[in-house]
T-cell receptor, first 117, second 111 residues
Framework: DTGVSQDPRHKITKRGQNVTFRCDPI?????LYWYRQTLGQGPEFLTY????????KSRLLSDRFSAERPKGSFSTLEIQRTEQGDSAMYLC???????????????FGPGTRLTVL | DQQVKQNSPSLSVQEGRISILNCDYT??????FLWYKKYPAEGPTFLIS?????DKNEDGRFTVFLNKSAKHLSLHIVPSQPGDSAVYFC??????????FGTGTRLQVFP
C-alpha cells in the first residue's frame, strides 16, 4: 500500500499527558500537511511542511503543539499536556509541490482519533 | 469566520437520480476549489477540482460548476449510486496549499 499512513489509528489518554502521532506520506511527495477535524466540522488546517521546512502554522496550533519532519520524509505531531478540547481526529495529507502535478490535490491518511479523558 | 460554507448538512437521493451538493464561499481570492468524499473511519478522498478560471469540470459521473459572481460552486453526481453515500466536503485554497474546508454534506443514496 503506497498511500499515506498514520499511526496510531486511535489514542486514548488522560488529561495532562503528552501524545505523539506519526505520519508517513506518499514517498515522492515533498509536501506534508496536518489537519484536525472535530465532530460536525470539516478538517481545519494546522501546519504544513515542504521537505523538512515548516512553512506555515495555523493560529489553532497553540504552544502545546509541535510538529516536525526532520528528514523530509515522515512527520510527527506532539501534543503536550493534553486537554479535553484536544479530542479530535488528526489527519495527515501529502502532495507534490505546485507545478509538479496537473492537479495539486492532497492525499489524506486514515487519521488518528484522539480521546482525552 | 467560515469562509467556505455548506449549508445543507444532509441530502437524500434515490438511486439513478441526480445528486446536487452546494457550496458557497466568501473570499474572492480563492483560486482553486476541490471536492472530497469521506467514508466513516477513513480519510477524505479527492474527487474532482476546478480552477477559478473555469466554470465547469467534468469527470465521469461527477461535474463541478463554478459561479464566481455568486461565489458558489456545486457538485453534480449523475446517476447517483448507493456507493456514493458518504460525507462530501468542499474545499478552497489561495496560492498556498492550505485547504479551507466546509462543514460537509452527508449524502444518502437509497434504492
Amino acid at each position: 500500500d503506497t498511500g499515506v499512513s498514520q499511526d496510531p489509528r486511535h489514542k486514548i489518554t488522560k488529561r495532562g499527558q503528552n501524545v505523539t502521532f506519526r505520519c508517513d506520506p506518499i514517498s515522492e511527495h515533498n509536501r506534508l500537511y496536518w489537519y484536525r477535524q472535530t465532530l460536525g466540522q470539516g478538517p481545519e488546517f494546522l501546519t504544513y511542511f515542504q521537505n523538512e521546512a515548516q512553512l506555515e502554522k495555523s493560529r489553532l496550533l497553540s504552544d502545546r503543539f509541535s510538529a516536525e519532519r526532520p528528514k523530509g520524509s515522515f512527520s510527527t505531531l506532539e501534543i503536550q499536556r493534553t486537554e479535553q478540547g484536544d479530542s479530535a481526529m488528526y489527519l495527515c495529507a501529502s502532495s507534490l509541490e505546485p507545478g509538479r502535478a496537473l492537479v495539486n490535490e492532497q492525499f489524506f491518511g486514515p487519521g488518528t482519533r484522539l480521546t482525552v479523558l | 469566520d467560515q469562509q467556505v460554507k455548506q449549508n445543507s448538512p444532509s441530502l437524500s437521493v434515490q438511486e439513478g437520480r441526480i445528486s446536487i451538493l452546494n457550496c458557497d464561499y466568501t473570499n474572492s481570492m480563492f483560486d482553486y476549489f476541490l471536492w472530497y468524499k469521506k467514508y466513516p473511519a477513513e480519510g477524505p478522498t479527492f474527487l474532482i477540482s476546478i480552477s477559478s478560471i473555469k466554470d465547469k469540470n467534468e469527470d465521469g459521473r461527477f461535474t463541478v460548476f463554478l459561479n464566481k459572481s455568486a461565489k458558489h460552486l456545486s457538485l453534480h453526481i449523475v446517476p447517483s449510486q448507493p456507493g456514493d453515500s458518504a460525507v462530501y466536503f468542499c474545499a478552497a485554497k489561495i496560492n498556498t496549499d492550505k485547504l479551507i474546508f466546509g462543514t460537509g454534506t452527508r449524502l444518502q443514496v437509497f434504492p
